[in-house]
């Protein structure tokens, strides 16, 4: 017996196949003569993309390095700072066309649009706000599955302010 297994939309990963191959061997109990079964799976419409903004100050006034921010030490390695303090952790579920705002250190905005995506990347439009409400970013990333992209740059109590986004989904 043959069994397709089909995401619409997404990528099967080996772990969904296996756990079908599994459920689908039980009905050659119940019918003869089974040739070739498709399954077609789809995730569920709606919120089903999460980003994670994690703000992190980085400067040389400390040596120290944040144990929280192990998972994205590998990219922040490449700063010229040798401190880094994770200031905060968000998460937001958003769907294809909407916008998060998070707020930030230092009364700034970091504005997260989901403008798309396919099984290797999300396309997100992110604009940072100083605390006057003017616009210093605004780009548009490409972000690979749950992956991170580090922003960095505005100016912070002596260092600067670099936003790890990481696209879930």
Do not use: W
């Not at 010229?80 to 200031?87: A, V």
């Not at 616009?135 to 936003?163: E, Q």
Request: glycine share 8%; aromatic share 8%; hydrophobic share 40%.
């Amino acid at each position: 017996m043959r069994v397709d297994v089909v995401g619409l939309k997404f990528e099967v990963t080996d772990a969904i196949r296996e756990y079908a191959d599994s459920k689908v061997e039980k009905l050659s109990r119940y019918f003869d003569g089974i040739q070739l079964i498709t399954i077609r799976l789809a995730q569920p419409a709606g919120r089903d993309f999460e980003v994670e903004l994690v703000v992190v100050h980085a400067s040389n006034a400390f040596d120290a390095v944040d144990p929280k921010l192990r998972p994205v030490m590998q990219h922040l390695r490449f700063v010229k700072f040798k401190g880094f303090k994770q200031l905060s952790k968000q998460d937001a579920s958003l769907g294809r066309g909407q916008k998060h705002t998070y707020n930030v250190a230092g009364g700034r905005k970091v504005e997260v649009q989901l403008l798309g995506r396919d099984a290797k990347a999300a396309k997100i439009r992110v604009q940072v706000f100083d605390p006057n409400g003017s616009k210093t970013l605004d780009s548009t990333l490409s972000v690979h599955r749950n992956k991170t992209f580090m922003v960095a740059g505005p100016r912070y109590d002596g260092g600067v302010l670099i936003f790890p986004l990481t696209a879930r989904y």
